[in-house]
């Protein structure tokens, strides 16, 4: 599934996105190697990292991002984005999934994550060179973004535990057009309607075939429009389950007047 959100308050949103309790960090058991991974990245093209000072596979950490939201360079503080703002494209994969990632080891987990990030950065490369998001004219000539994978969809503290929600926030802080410039990614062509089940179906299918190369099989034609999957041989009843809890920012979609995460203060 992939919902596209217009990104309001930079602080909290850079905040949210390496919340500690939410990422996959936060689960490490006792007999995993010390092995830091990082689950925040830059992605896009050299091109238009550069005007943010930024590389592409390198952390990208809270002060960074909330100055690349506000489309601002982040070491000079001076505006590097033309006009526009940036949005939230969420990933999220299918249930069985992250149901696998929970019961895995540590080589698996790590599999499993990087093969997410991946379908996550296919999907918004497709789109930004697809779709006109310069203008609503023309496709973009390049973009920078951040990649932030959650585990699962709420922070601590919790009632109870939360069911493992694998899912990738795509921070899209801007789109290259034909003059270079850093422009920011036109409102009505990200909601156009086809434009997250396209991006969702690339997205899966990425997954999917990452999926097969790590030997699990795939069971298609899954969710209420049969366009997902699910991985063969998970119970279903795990996959109700998940189906049935609250998605946090998972599940925030469109929805920019609200907050799930109240212990985050509106700037």
């Not at 699962?152 to 270079?180: E, F, M």
């Not at 599940?251 to 920019?256: R, V």
Request: hydrophobic share 40%.
């Amino acid at each position: 599934m992939l919902t596209v959100r217009l990104l309001m308050p930079a602080g909290p949103e850079a905040e949210r996105a390496a919340e500690p309790s939410v990422m996959p960090a936060a689960f490490t058991r006792p007999e995993d190697p010390q092995d830091r991974r990082t689950h925040t990245v830059w992605t896009g093209s050299a091109e238009a990292l550069r005007v943010l000072g930024l590389r592409r596979g390198s952390e990208a950490t809270t002060s960074p991002l909330t100055a690349a939201i506000s489309g601002r360079h982040p070491e000079r503080r001076v505006r590097v984005r033309a006009d526009g703002d940036a949005f939230d494209l969420t990933f999220l994969a299918p249930d069985s999934v992250s149901w696998l990632w929970s019961q895995g080891d540590f080589a698996l987990r790590a599999d499993l994550e990087q093969a997410v990030l991946a379908a996550a950065d296919r999907c918004v490369d497709h789109l930004v060179r697809t779709r006109p998001l310069v203008d609503g004219v023309e496709p973009g000539r390049g973009y920078a973004a951040a990649l932030a994978l959650h585990a699962v969809g709420t922070p601590q503290p919790w009632t109870q535990p939360p069911p493992p929600l694998l899912h990738v926030h795509a921070y899209l802080v801007g789109v290259l057009d034909a003059a270079g410039a850093l422009r920011g990614p036109h409102y009505g062509e990200l909601h156009e309607k086809t434009l997250t089940r396209e991006g969702g179906a690339v997205g899966r299918a990425a997954l999917a075939n990452d999926l097969r190369d790590l030997g699990f099989t795939i069971t298609p034609g899954t969710g209420p429009d049969a366009r997902g999957f699910e991985v063969t041989g998970v119970p279903e009843a795990l996959l109700q389950s998940g189906q049935a809890a609250d998605k946090g920012c998972a599940g925030l979609g469109e929805e920019t007047d609200r907050d799930p995460w109240d212990y985050i203060p509106r700037r």
